[in-house]
């Protein structure tokens, strides 16, 4: 199959030639399903339960009789905080324990990551970052405002590293930039961004990631 091609950044901010995108080569066909369930299955997983209603055993208040049990031709009763009276306990609400956590097997997010990778390179929204290395954020900043301006782009950016390699410190403070490793790629952020920019080393770490080179994704 024809691999995929994607442009080549310099340090200067400026398109210079092109490179291979091999690792989303396989995956040039849209999966919109699977790739909607694997954005629904991290948002699911973000999701905590912090709603909690009382039960009738957690509302203050007297616990005596609300009225004698015979003789007032109503229904037999105990005390007010009842369900069924205003200012009761709930009935079935929200206790604060939900677990909204699902499961998402190995291979479909596998497959899910590398469909998003395989539409933003065809639509030429990656680009492989070349002899590039980043100290501080001002030089970060600076390196992409140049990117910015030469692609013409104001939208989010996705920087993307391999695990270990330095630059994390230079760009993580910079808005609208966020700043992953091949080991925690997920289709979600890949999504959001307008731009995805990736290093040497990332690329490789993809590369030996998604082509088997290193069995199962950790």
Request: overall charge positive; charged content about 25%; hydrophobic content about 40%.
């Amino acid at each position: 199959m024809k691999n995929l091609k994607i442009a080549i950044i310099n340090s200067q901010g400026e398109v210079a030639g092109e490179a291979v995108f091999a690792p989303a080569a396989s995956e040039v066909s849209g999966k919109v399903n699977l790739v909607t369930q694997a954005v629904r299955v991290f948002l699911a997983n973000q999701r905590r339960a912090r709603a909690h209603a009382k039960t009738r055993g957690e509302v203050s208040g007297s616990t005596a009789k609300i009225w004698r049990q015979k003789g007032t031709g109503r229904a037999r009763h105990g005390d007010r905080q009842a369900p069924i009276f205003v200012g009761g306990g709930v009935a079935h609400g929200p206790t604060g324990g939900q677990n909204y956590h699902q499961k998402l097997n190995r291979k479909m997010g596998r497959r899910a990551i590398l469909a998003v990778l395989a539409e933003k390179a065809k639509e030429k929204k990656i680009y492989l970052v070349k002899d590039l290395n980043l100290k501080k954020t001002k030089e970060a900043a600076a390196f992409l405002a140049k990117v910015r301006q030469s692609l013409k782009s104001e939208g989010k950016i996705v920087f993307l590293l391999a695990k270990g390699e330095e630059g994390r410190l230079a760009l993580r403070n910079l808005k609208a930039v966020t700043v992953s490793n091949t080991e925690s790629l997920n289709p979600y952020f890949l999504l959001l961004a307008d731009l995805v920019l990736i290093t040497e080393a990332a690329l490789k770490a993809l590369e030996a990631r998604f082509n088997g080179r290193r069995g199962v994704d950790e």
